[in-house]
């Protein structure tokens, strides 16, 4: 008896049974496996997507913002450089309305840069 492999005492059909079933569960954990390392280097890919997006809207917003504040401070100069009422009234009508105009031009482009971003990777890029 102490010469008998424990495999003696199955029968062959479950022998095969068995190899057929650990055969089937290593090739559904490696399919597992695939899967899941396709889903990280997606979501990677999305991660770096959305950081690459974030980091360009927030320096689109600082530029704006920068603009924003140099046409403030030029105004204010020309302000101080008025001769008469009717130039200050001048130079606020300038500055309001090409302030709206710039402001309506960057919410457009942080919007359109929004919605861009907003696209799964790969779509319509």
């Given at each position: 008896?102490?010469?008998q492999?424990?495999n ?67 105004f ?11 130039d200050?009234?001048?130079?606020h ?9 710039a ?18 990777a790969?779509?319509?890029?």
């Amino acid at each position: 008896m102490a010469d008998q492999s424990f495999n003696d005492f199955v029968p062959p059909e479950m022998r095969k049974f068995a190899e057929q079933s650990v055969q089937q569960a290593k090739k559904a954990f490696d399919e597992l496996m695939t899967a899941t390392q396709r889903a990280v280097s997606t979501f990677e890919g999305h991660a770096s997507s959305a950081q690459t997006a974030a980091i360009e809207l927030q320096r689109k917003v600082v530029g704006y913002s920068e603009r924003n504040v140099a046409a403030s401070l030029e105004f204010a100069q020309r302000l101080l450089q008025a001769k008469a009422p009717d130039d200050v009234m001048k130079l606020h009508d300038d500055y309001v309305k090409a302030q709206m105009q710039a402001l309506a031009e960057q919410a457009r482009d942080i919007a359109q840069h929004a919605a861009k971003a907003a696209k799964p990777a790969g779509k319509g890029s």
